[in-house]
Protein backbone atom coordinates (compact mmCIF):
# COMPACT_ATOMS: atom_id res chain seq x y z
CA UNK A 1 0.00 0.00 0.00
CA UNK A 2 3.24 2.51 0.60
CA UNK A 3 4.33 1.89 -2.92
CA UNK A 4 0.80 2.60 -4.61
CA UNK A 5 0.47 5.78 -3.38
CA UNK A 6 3.45 7.63 -5.22
CA UNK A 7 2.02 6.10 -8.44
CA UNK A 8 -1.43 7.60 -7.83
CA UNK A 9 -0.34 10.81 -6.55
CA UNK A 10 1.58 11.07 -10.18
CA UNK A 11 -1.02 10.31 -11.83
CA UNK A 12 -3.40 12.37 -10.57
CA UNK A 13 -0.34 15.42 -10.94
CA UNK A 14 -0.31 14.88 -14.89
CA UNK A 15 -4.34 14.51 -14.96
CA UNK A 16 -4.23 17.79 -13.03
CA UNK A 17 -2.00 20.07 -15.81
CA UNK A 18 -4.10 18.39 -19.05
CA UNK A 19 -1.36 15.94 -20.28
CA UNK A 20 -1.29 11.87 -21.10
CA UNK A 21 0.98 9.58 -22.53
CA UNK A 22 2.14 9.94 -26.08
CA UNK A 23 0.63 7.36 -28.34
CA UNK A 24 3.62 6.22 -31.55
CA UNK A 25 2.98 7.42 -34.94
CA UNK A 26 1.37 5.53 -37.38
CA UNK A 27 2.89 6.28 -40.32
CA UNK A 28 1.38 7.00 -43.88
CA UNK A 29 -1.53 4.80 -45.29
CA UNK A 30 -1.07 2.33 -47.11
CA UNK A 31 -2.57 2.04 -50.47
CA UNK A 32 -2.46 -0.40 -53.45
CA UNK A 33 -1.64 0.61 -57.43
CA UNK A 34 -1.57 -1.48 -60.82
CA UNK A 35 1.15 0.36 -63.03
CA UNK A 36 -0.47 1.35 -66.32
CA UNK A 37 0.64 -0.54 -69.63
CA UNK A 38 -0.22 -0.22 -73.28
CA UNK A 39 -1.36 -3.89 -74.53
CA UNK A 40 -3.50 -4.95 -77.67
CA UNK A 41 -7.47 -5.31 -76.78
CA UNK A 42 -10.00 -6.52 -79.16
CA UNK A 43 -12.82 -4.31 -79.29
CA UNK A 44 -16.36 -6.18 -78.98
CA UNK A 45 -20.00 -4.89 -78.68
CA UNK A 46 -23.84 -6.69 -77.98
CA UNK A 47 -25.94 -5.48 -80.02
CA UNK A 48 -29.80 -6.49 -80.91
CA UNK A 49 -31.01 -8.55 -83.24
CA UNK A 50 -33.75 -10.76 -84.59
CA UNK A 51 -33.42 -13.76 -86.60
CA UNK A 52 -35.07 -14.68 -90.07
CA UNK A 53 -35.08 -17.46 -92.43
CA UNK A 54 -32.01 -18.39 -94.71
CA UNK A 55 -35.04 -19.26 -97.30
CA UNK A 56 -38.73 -18.57 -97.43
CA UNK A 57 -41.20 -19.77 -99.95
CA UNK A 58 -45.15 -18.91 -99.64
CA UNK A 59 -46.69 -22.02 -102.02
CA UNK A 60 -49.11 -21.22 -104.06
CA UNK A 61 -51.12 -22.46 -106.26
CA UNK A 62 -50.28 -21.70 -110.17
CA UNK A 63 -53.69 -23.69 -111.49
CA UNK A 64 -57.79 -23.67 -110.93
CA UNK A 65 -59.40 -26.22 -109.28
CA UNK A 66 -60.41 -28.32 -105.87
CA UNK A 67 -57.87 -29.51 -103.48
CA UNK A 68 -58.11 -33.47 -103.14
CA UNK A 69 -55.50 -34.36 -100.95
CA UNK A 70 -53.02 -32.93 -98.82
CA UNK A 71 -49.52 -34.65 -99.18
CA UNK A 72 -47.35 -33.56 -96.11
CA UNK A 73 -48.05 -33.58 -92.17
CA UNK A 74 -47.59 -30.03 -90.52
CA UNK A 75 -44.78 -28.56 -89.14
CA UNK A 76 -42.68 -31.69 -91.10
CA UNK A 77 -39.15 -31.41 -92.80
CA UNK A 78 -40.15 -31.71 -96.29
CA UNK A 79 -37.68 -31.89 -99.38
CA UNK A 80 -37.36 -30.03 -102.64
CA UNK A 81 -40.10 -31.08 -105.46
CA UNK A 82 -41.76 -33.22 -102.58
CA UNK A 83 -45.69 -33.24 -103.86
CA UNK A 84 -47.21 -31.17 -100.79
CA UNK A 85 -50.95 -31.02 -102.61
CA UNK A 86 -53.44 -32.42 -105.41
CA UNK A 87 -55.75 -30.40 -107.42
CA UNK A 88 -58.46 -32.16 -109.90
CA UNK A 89 -56.74 -32.94 -112.97
CA UNK A 90 -59.43 -34.20 -115.07
CA UNK A 91 -60.08 -30.35 -116.63
CA UNK A 92 -56.11 -30.84 -117.28
CA UNK A 93 -55.85 -33.96 -118.87
CA UNK A 94 -58.89 -33.07 -120.91
CA UNK A 95 -56.69 -30.21 -122.15
CA UNK A 96 -54.00 -32.32 -122.50
CA UNK A 97 -56.03 -34.36 -125.05
CA UNK A 98 -57.66 -31.81 -127.06
CA UNK A 99 -54.06 -30.14 -127.55
CA UNK A 100 -52.41 -33.46 -128.76
CA UNK A 101 -55.38 -34.74 -130.86
CA UNK A 102 -54.73 -30.70 -132.86
CA UNK A 103 -51.11 -30.97 -133.44
CA UNK A 104 -52.06 -34.41 -134.81
CA UNK A 105 -54.54 -33.10 -137.24
CA UNK A 106 -51.83 -29.85 -137.62
CA UNK A 107 -49.50 -32.79 -138.49
CA UNK A 108 -51.52 -34.38 -141.28
CA UNK A 109 -53.02 -31.14 -142.84
CA UNK A 110 -48.81 -30.46 -143.05
CA UNK A 111 -48.32 -33.76 -145.09
CA UNK A 112 -51.06 -33.10 -148.13
CA UNK A 113 -50.14 -28.83 -148.28
CA UNK A 114 -46.62 -30.07 -148.84
CA UNK A 115 -47.38 -32.12 -151.45
CA UNK A 116 -49.40 -30.01 -153.21
CA UNK A 117 -46.67 -27.43 -153.25
CA UNK A 118 -44.21 -30.00 -154.36
CA UNK A 119 -47.05 -30.46 -157.37
CA UNK A 120 -47.05 -26.89 -158.50
CA UNK A 121 -43.39 -26.57 -158.55
CA UNK A 122 -43.18 -28.86 -161.09
CA UNK A 123 -46.14 -27.31 -163.03
CA UNK A 124 -45.39 -23.96 -162.74
CA UNK A 125 -42.35 -24.64 -164.68
CA UNK A 126 -44.02 -25.91 -167.64
CA UNK A 127 -46.50 -23.17 -167.67
CA UNK A 128 -49.51 -25.85 -166.33
CA UNK A 129 -50.80 -22.82 -163.89
CA UNK A 130 -50.22 -20.05 -162.78
CA UNK A 131 -47.21 -18.57 -160.56
CA UNK A 132 -50.01 -17.22 -158.34
CA UNK A 133 -51.39 -20.54 -157.55
CA UNK A 134 -48.13 -21.77 -157.02
CA UNK A 135 -47.24 -19.15 -154.46
CA UNK A 136 -50.95 -20.04 -152.63
CA UNK A 137 -49.39 -23.58 -152.30
CA UNK A 138 -46.17 -22.43 -150.95
CA UNK A 139 -47.75 -20.36 -148.56
CA UNK A 140 -50.31 -23.22 -147.86
CA UNK A 141 -47.48 -25.54 -146.91
CA UNK A 142 -45.68 -22.77 -144.44
CA UNK A 143 -48.69 -21.85 -142.84
CA UNK A 144 -49.50 -25.58 -142.25
CA UNK A 145 -45.89 -26.09 -140.42
CA UNK A 146 -46.74 -23.49 -138.55
CA UNK A 147 -49.66 -24.85 -137.57
CA UNK A 148 -47.88 -27.88 -136.29
CA UNK A 149 -45.43 -25.74 -134.24
CA UNK A 150 -48.53 -23.60 -132.66
CA UNK A 151 -49.89 -26.98 -131.57
CA UNK A 152 -47.15 -28.75 -130.09
CA UNK A 153 -46.62 -25.67 -127.99
CA UNK A 154 -50.48 -25.49 -127.03
CA UNK A 155 -49.60 -29.63 -126.06
CA UNK A 156 -46.60 -28.23 -123.99
CA UNK A 157 -48.55 -26.25 -122.01
CA UNK A 158 -51.56 -28.34 -121.54
CA UNK A 159 -48.97 -30.83 -120.10
CA UNK A 160 -47.10 -28.26 -118.00
CA UNK A 161 -50.85 -27.26 -116.46
CA UNK A 162 -51.60 -30.50 -115.95
CA UNK A 163 -48.11 -31.31 -113.77
CA UNK A 164 -48.76 -28.00 -112.10
CA UNK A 165 -51.90 -30.12 -110.12
CA UNK A 166 -49.59 -31.68 -107.93
CA UNK A 167 -48.55 -29.10 -106.13
CA UNK A 168 -44.80 -28.66 -105.35
CA UNK A 169 -41.98 -27.98 -102.61
CA UNK A 170 -39.89 -24.91 -104.37
CA UNK A 171 -37.05 -25.37 -101.59
CA UNK A 172 -36.15 -27.72 -98.98
CA UNK A 173 -37.24 -26.81 -94.95
CA UNK A 174 -39.46 -27.05 -92.24
CA UNK A 175 -43.22 -26.72 -93.59
CA UNK A 176 -45.67 -24.87 -91.39
CA UNK A 177 -49.72 -25.39 -91.58
CA UNK A 178 -51.88 -25.42 -94.39
CA UNK A 179 -54.35 -22.78 -94.32
CA UNK A 180 -56.56 -24.51 -96.98
CA UNK A 181 -57.98 -28.14 -96.58
CA UNK A 182 -58.79 -31.04 -98.87
CA UNK A 183 -62.17 -30.02 -100.76
CA UNK A 184 -61.47 -25.69 -101.09
CA UNK A 185 -61.32 -24.10 -104.26
CA UNK A 186 -58.17 -22.16 -105.22
CA UNK A 187 -57.38 -19.77 -107.92
CA UNK A 188 -54.00 -19.46 -109.56
CA UNK A 189 -53.82 -15.51 -108.69
CA UNK A 190 -55.28 -16.10 -104.81
CA UNK A 191 -53.11 -13.94 -102.48
CA UNK A 192 -53.30 -16.61 -99.88
CA UNK A 193 -50.40 -18.76 -99.66
CA UNK A 194 -51.44 -22.89 -99.13
CA UNK A 195 -48.39 -22.95 -96.84
CA UNK A 196 -45.23 -21.54 -96.22
CA UNK A 197 -41.71 -23.20 -96.18
CA UNK A 198 -38.67 -21.81 -94.59
CA UNK A 199 -35.43 -23.09 -94.34
CA UNK A 200 -33.70 -22.74 -90.78
CA UNK A 201 -30.23 -24.34 -90.99
CA UNK A 202 -28.58 -21.80 -91.36
CA UNK A 203 -30.07 -18.83 -90.25
CA UNK A 204 -29.76 -15.19 -91.05
CA UNK A 205 -29.49 -12.77 -88.09
CA UNK A 206 -30.31 -9.01 -88.72
CA UNK A 207 -28.50 -6.97 -85.98
CA UNK A 208 -29.04 -3.61 -85.60
CA UNK A 209 -26.17 -0.49 -84.87
CA UNK A 210 -26.35 2.98 -84.37
CA UNK A 211 -24.99 4.63 -87.56
CA UNK A 212 -23.52 7.06 -85.43
CA UNK A 213 -21.49 4.13 -83.67
CA UNK A 214 -20.63 2.63 -87.11
CA UNK A 215 -19.55 6.15 -88.31
CA UNK A 216 -17.20 6.66 -85.09
CA UNK A 217 -15.81 3.01 -85.98
CA UNK A 218 -15.03 4.13 -89.43
CA UNK A 219 -13.09 7.15 -88.40
CA UNK A 220 -10.76 5.23 -85.57
CA UNK A 221 -9.99 2.88 -88.44
CA UNK A 222 -8.99 5.71 -91.00
CA UNK A 223 -7.13 7.29 -88.09
CA UNK A 224 -5.02 3.57 -87.42
CA UNK A 225 -6.81 3.91 -84.03
CA UNK A 226 -8.52 0.24 -84.70
CA UNK A 227 -7.73 -2.16 -87.34
CA UNK A 228 -10.43 -4.19 -88.29
CA UNK A 229 -10.75 -7.92 -89.87
CA UNK A 230 -12.19 -9.07 -92.96
CA UNK A 231 -15.80 -9.44 -93.50
CA UNK A 232 -15.99 -12.80 -92.08
CA UNK A 233 -15.19 -12.00 -89.09
CA UNK A 234 -16.76 -14.08 -86.47
CA UNK A 235 -20.02 -13.41 -84.23
CA UNK A 236 -21.36 -14.68 -80.57
CA UNK A 237 -25.03 -15.03 -79.79
CA UNK A 238 -26.72 -14.91 -76.69
CA UNK A 239 -30.30 -16.17 -76.87
CA UNK A 240 -33.22 -14.79 -75.36
CA UNK A 241 -32.71 -16.19 -71.64
CA UNK A 242 -29.69 -14.77 -71.60
CA UNK A 243 -27.85 -18.41 -72.65
CA UNK A 244 -25.16 -18.77 -74.81
CA UNK A 245 -25.70 -19.93 -78.43
CA UNK A 246 -22.89 -22.78 -78.78
CA UNK A 247 -21.64 -22.44 -82.82
CA UNK A 248 -20.37 -19.03 -83.91
CA UNK A 249 -21.57 -17.44 -86.73
CA UNK A 250 -20.10 -14.93 -89.56
CA UNK A 251 -20.32 -11.64 -90.57
CA UNK A 252 -21.73 -11.42 -93.56
CA UNK A 253 -22.34 -7.88 -94.87
CA UNK A 254 -23.37 -4.33 -93.56
CA UNK A 255 -26.58 -2.63 -95.10
CA UNK A 256 -25.14 0.95 -97.10
CA UNK A 257 -28.75 2.26 -96.08
CA UNK A 258 -29.94 4.30 -92.42
CA UNK A 259 -33.42 3.46 -91.60
CA UNK A 260 -34.27 7.26 -91.15
CA UNK A 261 -37.37 6.19 -88.68
CA UNK A 262 -34.26 4.79 -86.17
CA UNK A 263 -30.79 5.81 -87.42
CA UNK A 264 -29.69 2.51 -87.77
CA UNK A 265 -27.91 0.19 -90.31
CA UNK A 266 -28.71 -3.37 -90.44
CA UNK A 267 -25.51 -5.82 -90.19
CA UNK A 268 -26.49 -9.73 -91.38
CA UNK A 269 -24.88 -12.67 -89.40
CA UNK A 270 -25.75 -16.51 -90.93
CA UNK A 271 -25.10 -18.95 -88.22
CA UNK A 272 -25.65 -22.49 -88.24
CA UNK A 273 -28.33 -24.25 -86.91
CA UNK A 274 -28.59 -27.95 -86.92
CA UNK A 275 -30.70 -28.54 -84.02
CA UNK A 276 -33.54 -26.22 -85.16
CA UNK A 277 -33.09 -24.14 -81.75
CA UNK A 278 -33.01 -20.95 -83.33
CA UNK A 279 -36.42 -20.35 -85.40
CA UNK A 280 -37.72 -17.03 -87.15
CA UNK A 281 -38.53 -13.99 -85.44
CA UNK A 282 -36.55 -14.82 -82.21
CA UNK A 283 -35.08 -11.97 -80.20
CA UNK A 284 -31.35 -12.20 -80.10
CA UNK A 285 -28.60 -10.25 -78.59
CA UNK A 286 -25.04 -10.70 -80.65
CA UNK A 287 -21.30 -10.40 -80.07
CA UNK A 288 -19.79 -8.36 -82.40
CA UNK A 289 -15.85 -7.87 -82.86
CA UNK A 290 -15.50 -4.43 -83.97
CA UNK A 291 -11.56 -4.26 -84.62
CA UNK A 292 -8.54 -4.47 -82.50
CA UNK A 293 -6.49 -1.11 -80.31
CA UNK A 294 -2.92 -2.26 -80.45
CA UNK A 295 -2.22 0.37 -77.96
CA UNK A 296 -5.10 0.17 -75.58
CA UNK A 297 -4.74 1.24 -71.84
CA UNK A 298 -7.20 -0.47 -69.66
CA UNK A 299 -8.04 0.85 -65.61
CA UNK A 300 -9.74 -1.47 -63.22
CA UNK A 301 -13.58 -0.62 -62.55
CA UNK A 302 -13.01 -0.96 -59.15
CA UNK A 303 -9.95 2.36 -59.51
CA UNK A 304 -12.30 4.58 -60.89
CA UNK A 305 -14.97 7.40 -59.22
CA UNK A 306 -16.34 9.77 -60.62
CA UNK A 307 -15.82 14.19 -59.59
CA UNK A 308 -18.76 16.75 -58.79
CA UNK A 309 -19.20 16.83 -62.48
CA UNK A 310 -19.52 13.51 -63.16
CA UNK A 311 -16.22 13.05 -64.75
CA UNK A 312 -14.47 9.30 -64.46
CA UNK A 313 -11.55 10.40 -61.84
CA UNK A 314 -8.58 7.76 -60.23
CA UNK A 315 -6.00 8.99 -58.04
CA UNK A 316 -2.26 8.25 -59.15
CA UNK A 317 0.80 7.69 -56.60
CA UNK A 318 2.77 10.73 -57.77
CA UNK A 319 7.03 10.63 -58.17
CA UNK A 320 6.94 12.24 -54.69
CA UNK A 321 4.68 9.75 -52.99
CA UNK A 322 1.48 11.69 -52.90
CA UNK A 323 -1.60 11.26 -54.29
CA UNK A 324 -2.75 13.05 -57.62
CA UNK A 325 -5.98 13.24 -59.16
CA UNK A 326 -6.80 12.35 -62.95
CA UNK A 327 -9.82 13.61 -64.45
CA UNK A 328 -9.99 10.59 -67.48
CA UNK A 329 -11.39 9.95 -70.55
CA UNK A 330 -13.04 6.21 -70.64
CA UNK A 331 -15.54 6.22 -73.44
CA UNK A 332 -16.73 2.13 -72.52
CA UNK A 333 -16.23 -0.40 -70.58
CA UNK A 334 -14.15 -3.90 -71.53
CA UNK A 335 -14.53 -6.57 -69.60
CA UNK A 336 -14.28 -5.54 -65.51
CA UNK A 337 -12.11 -2.65 -67.03
CA UNK A 338 -12.14 1.07 -68.18
CA UNK A 339 -10.64 1.61 -71.69
CA UNK A 340 -8.88 5.25 -71.09
CA UNK A 341 -8.08 7.36 -74.07
CA UNK A 342 -6.76 9.99 -72.35
CA UNK A 343 -5.62 10.99 -68.69
CA UNK A 344 -3.27 8.29 -68.25
CA UNK A 345 -0.09 7.17 -69.74
CA UNK A 346 2.36 3.98 -69.33
CA UNK A 347 3.73 3.71 -66.13
CA UNK A 348 1.63 6.13 -63.78
CA UNK A 349 0.67 4.26 -60.52
CA UNK A 350 -3.36 4.15 -60.36
CA UNK A 351 -4.53 3.39 -56.94
CA UNK A 352 -6.86 0.76 -56.80
CA UNK A 353 -7.29 0.23 -52.93
CA UNK A 354 -7.29 2.24 -49.93
CA UNK A 355 -7.74 5.91 -51.29
CA UNK A 356 -10.91 5.85 -50.67
CA UNK A 357 -10.78 8.29 -47.43
CA UNK A 358 -7.29 9.85 -48.42
CA UNK A 359 -7.72 13.68 -49.66
CA UNK A 360 -5.44 14.52 -52.94
CA UNK A 361 -1.50 15.39 -51.57
CA UNK A 362 -1.35 12.87 -48.91
CA UNK A 363 1.67 11.09 -48.74
CA UNK A 364 1.03 7.39 -48.93
CA UNK A 365 2.87 3.81 -48.57
CA UNK A 366 2.59 2.15 -51.98
CA UNK A 367 2.22 -1.23 -52.88
CA UNK A 368 2.03 -2.92 -56.11
CA UNK A 369 -1.92 -4.76 -55.92
CA UNK A 370 -2.81 -8.43 -55.73
CA UNK A 371 -5.86 -10.14 -54.72
CA UNK A 372 -4.38 -10.51 -51.00
CA UNK A 373 -3.22 -6.99 -50.97
CA UNK A 374 -5.03 -4.96 -47.85
CA UNK A 375 -4.54 -1.54 -47.15
CA UNK A 376 -3.25 -1.23 -43.55
CA UNK A 377 -5.51 1.85 -42.80
CA UNK A 378 -9.27 2.44 -42.93
CA UNK A 379 -11.76 0.19 -44.55
CA UNK A 380 -11.69 -1.99 -47.65
CA UNK A 381 -12.11 -0.08 -50.84
CA UNK A 382 -15.49 -0.58 -52.82
CA UNK A 383 -15.62 -1.42 -56.73
CA UNK A 384 -16.50 1.08 -58.16
CA UNK A 385 -17.57 2.94 -61.75
CA UNK A 386 -20.52 2.15 -64.50
Not at 222 to 235: E, I, T
Not at 356 to 362: A, D, R, S, V
Amino acid sequence: MKNIAPVLGFALLLAACGQAPQQPSAGPPQVAFVTVAEKPVTLSTQLPGRTNAYETSEVRPQVNGLVLARLFQEGDMVRQGQPLYRIDPAPYEAQVASARAALTRARAAIASSNALARRYGELVKINAISRQDFENATTQAQQAQADVAAQAAALRTAQIDLGRTTVKAPISGRIGRSTFTTGALVTAAQTSPLTVIQRLDPIYVDIQQSSADLLKLRQQILAGQVSRGGADARVRLMLEDGTPYGPEGTLKFTDVTVDPATGSQTIRAIFPNPRGLLLPGMFVRAELVEGTRSNAILVPQRAVTRDEKGQPLVMVVGSDGKLQPRVLTAPRTVGQDWLVTAGLKPGDKVVVEGAQNLQPGTPVKAVPFTDQAKPAQGQPAQAQGK
